[in-house]
């Protein structure tokens, strides 16, 4: 079992920055694939970015070059720098972690096994 704990939300004003964390506890982060989605209410949850177990990434054509996501496999931690936030990243973030997703599948929410609780980004215009 792993449990995720995101952290690091808040109310920003356009153009700033915010570096979420998503912190596992339980077992070891080794070898997990952890991904970032946002979701605004109403709306559908989207897939924001991803870091694979041999930290590969990939993002959404929307965050790239604006967004970076990272790990630290000592803290067990993954971070998601946001740079030159604007008001439509406003949303609840969450991280989510899955030990045996395969490529295919990165985007899919519904594939990761393990979620956090999410973290308010909200940005001011």
């Known amino acids: 079992q792993v449990q995720l704990v995101e952290s690091g939300g808040g109310t920003v004003q356009a153009g700033g920055s915010l570096r979420l964390s998503c912190a596992a506890s339980g077992r070891t982060f080794n070898g997990y694939t952890v991904a970032w989605f946002r979701q605004v209410p109403g709306k559908e949850r989207e897939f924001v970015a991803v870091?694979?177990?041999?930290?590969?990434?990939a993002y959404a054509d929307s965050v790239k070059g604006q967004f970076t996501i990272s790990r630290d496999t000592d803290k067990k931690t993954v971070y998601l720098q946001m740079n030159g936030l604007k008001p439509e990243d406003t949303a609840v973030y969450y991280c989510a972690a899955d030990r045996g997703i395969i490529s295919s599948s990165l985007y899919n929410g519904a594939q990761y096994d393990y979620w956090g609780q999410g973290t308010q980004v909200t940005v001011s215009s």
């Open positions: 870091i694979r177990w041999n930290s590969n990434t």
